[in-house]
């Protein structure tokens, strides 16, 4: 998967992606990143890339001319590539969105900053993705937070493929509770049928206790959940 990044600070990538399970990623060629710093592509002796907005009011807004440019020539090899502007507007992120995104080849995003983008930029976007409701200073955290998540959904880059099955959010459950050693610490133990070997049991015992964490935490969840009926009057009793 190719991964551009509209960007005026690139430098915040270097530490977040080149660590961990991103960086095994690019080390085995299933993602790689590009930035483009689309200060790159004014044309003014300034180099600017903002303005003051039309109509008045504090802050800059992104011209579009620099983005336009810099999208056209990132573009240029690939017109199919997805290209998805970074908004505390846009749809929000998901688990589900970012299983949808990892499938994807080539993906562009194009990052804000200051008070955000001329509005004539939303139109070179095939959608504006934000991640939560909060307001950043600019993309870039946003765009960190989006690719963490669908690069480590890519087969192959989790040490083992079955450990995103289970996550959190795939499949409406959220996990179940994790132990390690040792099996008693400060007087809490390890529950123990996760001792016993008797994995059908151990089965049983964390999809039962990823539907009581579920319905404890988040019980929105839980109709998307396919519950048996056994489960469902578990639930109730
Ligand atoms: N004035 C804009 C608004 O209220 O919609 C917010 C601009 S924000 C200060 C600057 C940039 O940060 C945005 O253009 C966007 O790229 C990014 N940003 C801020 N919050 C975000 C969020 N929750 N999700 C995704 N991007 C965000």
């Known amino acids: 998967m190719l991964i ?7 430098e915040m990538f270097d530490g977040p992606f080149n660590c ?3 960086k095994r990623a690019q080390e085995q ?4 990143f590009r930035y483009h710093n689309f200060r790159d592509f004014t044309t003014d002796k300034h180099r600017m890339v903002d303005d003051s907005p039309y109509g008045g009011g504090s802050g800059m807004v992104l011209k579009p001319e620099p983005i336009y440019r810099c999208l056209q020539a990132v573009k240029k090899d690939r017109p199919l590539a997805k290209t998805i502007l970074m908004t505390p507007q846009g749809a929000v992120f998901d688990q589900k969105l970012a299983r949808q995104l990892s499938a994807e080849e080539h993906l562009i995003f194009i990052c804000g900053h200051y008070e955000g983008f001329d ?4 139109q070179w976007a095939d959608f504006e993705l934000s991640i939560g409701d909060y307001v950043l200073t600019g993309g870039e955290l946003a765009v960190m937070v989006v690719c963490d998540a669908l690069v480590r ?7 083992s493929d079955e450990s995103a099955v289970r996550d959190s959010f795939t499949g409406s459950l959220l996990d179940f509770p994790q132990y390690t ?3 008693e610490f400060e007087g809490s ?3 123990e049928l996760l001792l016993s070997g008797h994995h059908a049991k151990i089965e049983a015992w964390r999809r039962e206790q990823a539907i009581v964490r579920t319905a404890q935490r988040r019980p929105d969840l ?3 959940a396919n519950l048996t009926e056994a489960e469902q009057r578990f639930l109730m009793e």
């Open 181 to 183: 050693r040792p099996v």
């Open 4 to 10: 551009q990044i509209l960007t005026l600070f690139p």
């Open 153 to 159: 959904l890519i087969p192959g880059a989790l040490g």
């Open 222 to 224: 839980l109709k998307d």
């Open 20 to 22: 961990s399970i991103l």
């Open 29 to 32: 060629n299933l993602v790689e």
């Open 119 to 122: 509005e004539r930029i939303r």
């Open 189 to 191: 133990a390890v529950p």
